[in-house]
């Protein structure tokens, strides 16, 4: 059985944009708060609301998105069927990855996970920026009750100038339990790896439904993710090419979310 967790970023474009002024870079409260209502229409009328929106934090947005207009956007994820998650880009934009800086980290990861919790949510998944990822987070993912890690695309290696931000390679195509020596491995850590399957950006409706007719035909439980971002709910055609693709991958796997996903996972062993 084929299941997809459909994931999006919570990214907008501004803050990739490394020559704006660092005030500029910051979130558009209203642009953003339009823009999740979109992720929100979207996926109720095409997977019957399970989505799994990841909420940025970042230096630069640290608790813009524990504040009450967006905690009540999160409330509506989790009432229509979806979840939230952590997304944590604790980059210095294309200068400095703290990824593997585990008090860095540890702190950002504990500031959102506090922030929706006391906030009434209930976030299960991580997903690192750029899908950075160490070894060296599992134990504060395990600390939070965070059981899926989402940063896996199998046979990424991303290198900005010489410096390597993240490293996939070798890495299984279905979920595993992580290991704590390496995360492209399978180990006995508390943490589940669920891989990217389709990322709609970047491949067109003719590939998404080559790969999903690919993956129906493998015969054991598979879960993947596909993936969006919050910008790209600005343009109508994106809009419109993720519909198509929920309704495409929909006819071949089932869309859960990620409570779901965790219990199938359980039951298969
Ligand atoms: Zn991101």
């Known amino acids: 059985?084929?299941?997809?967790?459909?994931?999006?970023?919570?990214?907008?474009?501004?803050?990739?944009?490394?020559?704006?002024?660092?005030?500029?870079?910051?979130?558009?409260?209203?642009?953003l708060?339009?823009?999740i209502k979109r992720e929100i229409r979207l996926a109720k009328s095409a997977i019957g609301g399970k989505m799994l929106h990841f909420v940025h934090s970042s230096p630069l947005a640290r608790d813009y998105f524990v504040r009450p207009a967006f905690i009540s956007l999160w409330k509506q994820i989790e009432q229509a069927g979806g979840s939230v998650g952590v997304h944590c880009h604790e980059e210095q934009l294309y200068k400095s990855w703290h990824f593997e800086d585990a008090d860095k980290m540890k702190l950002a990861i504990n500031f959102l996970c506090n922030g929706l919790r006391k906030n009434g949510l209930s976030p299960i998944s991580y997903r690192g920026g750029f899908m950075?990822?160490?070894?060296?987070?599992?134990?504060?993912?395990?600390?939070?009750?965070?059981?899926?890690?989402?940063?896996?695309?199998?046979?990424?290696?991303?290198?900005y100038n010489n410096v390597l931000v993240s490293d996939w390679q070798g890495a299984p195509g279905n979920?595993?339990?992580?290991?704590?020596?390496?995360?492209?491995?399978?180990g006995n850590s508390k943490v589940f790896e669920i891989p990217l399957g389709i990322c709609i950006e970047r491949l067109s409706l003719w590939q998404i439904w080559k790969k999903a007719r690919q993956l129906k035909k493998l015969k054991e439980t598979q879960v993947l993710s596909v993936m969006a971002h919050t910008y790209d709910y600005k343009s109508f055609k994106m809009r419109l090419k993720i519909k198509l693709a929920l309704l495409i991958l929909k006819r071949y796997g089932k869309f859960i979310n990620d409570k779901e996903a965790l219990l199938i996972i359980k039951e298969s062993g």
């Open 1 to 31: 059985m084929l299941y997809f967790v459909f994931t999006i970023d919570g990214d907008w474009d501004e803050y990739f944009d490394a020559k704006l002024p660092e005030e500029k870079r910051r979130v558009n409260d209203k642009v």
């Open 33 to 35: 708060a339009a823009l």
């Open 132 to 159: 950075t990822f160490s070894p060296k987070i599992i134990p504060f993912l395990e600390e939070n009750n965070l059981a899926f890690d989402f940063s896996c695309e199998p046979g990424r290696h991303l290198v």
């Open 175 to 186: 979920y595993y339990r992580l290991s704590y020596e390496d995360h492209r491995k399978v």
